[in-house]
DNA sequence: AATAATTGTTTGTGATCACAAAAGTAAGTT
DNA sequence: AACTTACTTTTGTGATCACAAACAATTATT
């Protein structure tokens, strides 16, 4: 019985429950995905009972899920007890970037030493895929084997620590990448990964931590001139 | 009606409960305290109706706290559902201190172009009353107030992102840090908040960084030797 | 008519209950 | 005596309910 929307209405895609997994989780993942595909617009009040009747789940499931994404910096829960997508400001999203780049340098040189065979046939796979897409012009693509390439060279260290952080920040950006290069039809890409992994065979970790460096930043220089991240940011917080 | 404890008992630090905060927060502030302290033993099974029952509330409350811990990695959930303390080992323990190391140098970095007068005053009433702490010797405000020196630095910076990422990496070495000062009368530091302090003044930034790494090193190299380290690790674990 | 007070509604929080999976325990078998 | 099997207990998950605080809308007051 649904009576009004008196905010603007989400739209989550939603995807099969696999019934191995439990309903927190699958709502988790859920939600998840939506902020990560900027599909909740920064500033919209989330509520547990909104969110469950459209998952179709009781409060329960939601109610975790939302705390567990607060905890992870992907979703924020103000004063009044309200959550929703934090909104994004030009500073903050440099200070993103900058973390991004000493954080994952950082990663990728100290999994440097644990990478062999088959880890880097792997990632020379991811490579390949990644070039592939590039031709097709499949943004999308692009963007979650990127983020796959790059989760593939810290995971080769076993002692993991910095991954889950790093996917902290990911998530934070997520929505904006996504809000950008969705409304971007031109855009070009060096391909520092064919860089990345020279330095990687040679095991040289300063020219790896050079080339993943530029590979961020270059992937959030689409977002191109401050005038237009400015415009992305305007129009999200509005 | 308390019938038996089956594995060791949990002995946690009860605050007094201000009704301005909700029940949540307060047993999450409460265990979140328990695991910095060492109170819990890593391998430790923690069972919702468990703490429900030591610390006299519902398991509501309990559920969502212990998820959110899990989510800042102070805790892990293991495939069965059971939560603990996560175990530690000697290189495990090592990239932690050397992500703090990256981060937390890149933090003082960013930090540095916001620092004012009245943040440096702040930091030179820490930096004295660290001073006064070492002089007799007392560890635990040491730590204590050294944590507040370092969070005082970084959130100079209004922007800021990496602190929830830097207390998380806090959060899981708080418990063996913990441990290794208990254990250790005698213990040398070398003040390199003063050489901080002066980085400061200066506006150095690659003079921080390098204060701010040696700190770290140093704060962690009262754990000692390598085989000392190990013996920690080893009781911890079993 | 503009502001303040009040009422009705929505929402997060916390408690309790039901249930299936997991863990622990005891009995039975080889 | 060692292992398997069956049973009991414990535990996490999810649903539902009660309540107080926050929010929204209406009415009353200046």
Redesign the pocket.
């Known amino acids: 019985m649904q ?1 009004m929307d ?1 905010k603007s209405p989400i739209h989550i895609t939603i995807s099969e429950r696999d019934d191995s ?6 709502v988790y993942q859920t939600l998840r995905n939506a902020v990560m595909y900027g599909e909740i617009l920064p500033g919209r ?6 969110l ?1 009747g459209i998952l179709d ?5 939601v ?2 899920a939302l ?1 567990q994404l607060a905890a992870e910096n992907a979703l924020e ?2 004063g ?4 929703m997508v934090p909104k994004m400001t030009a500073m903050k999203f440099s200070e993103l970037c900058e973390a991004r780049i000493a954080i994952e340098s950082h990663a990728a040189a100290r999994a440097l030493p644990y990478i062999d065979r088959d880890q880097l046939s792997q990632l020379r796979v991811l490579d390949s895929l990644i070039d592939k897409a590039q031709e097709e012009k499949d943004l999308a693509q692009i963007s979650t084997l990127n983020q796959n390439f790059h989760r593939a060279l810290y995971t080769a260290n076993p002692h993991q620590v910095t991954l889950p952080l790093i996917e902290s920040l990911w998530l934070q950006l997520g929505p904006f990448m996504r809000l950008a290069t969705s409304q971007l039809e031109e855009h070009y890409l060096v391909d520092r990964h064919n860089e990345a992994m020279t330095a990687i065979e040679k095991k040289d970790a300063f020219a790896l931590q050079v080339a993943i460096a530029a590979d961020i930043r270059e992937g959030i220089a689409f977002a191109g001139t401050p005038e237009m991240l400015h415009a992305f940011i305007e129009n999200a917080g509005t």
């Open positions: 009576i008196k997994v439990t309903i927190t989780q699958w009040a989330l509520t547990i009972r909104e469950a789940v009781s409060p329960m499931p109610r975790e705390r829960i103000q009044n007890r309200r959550v």
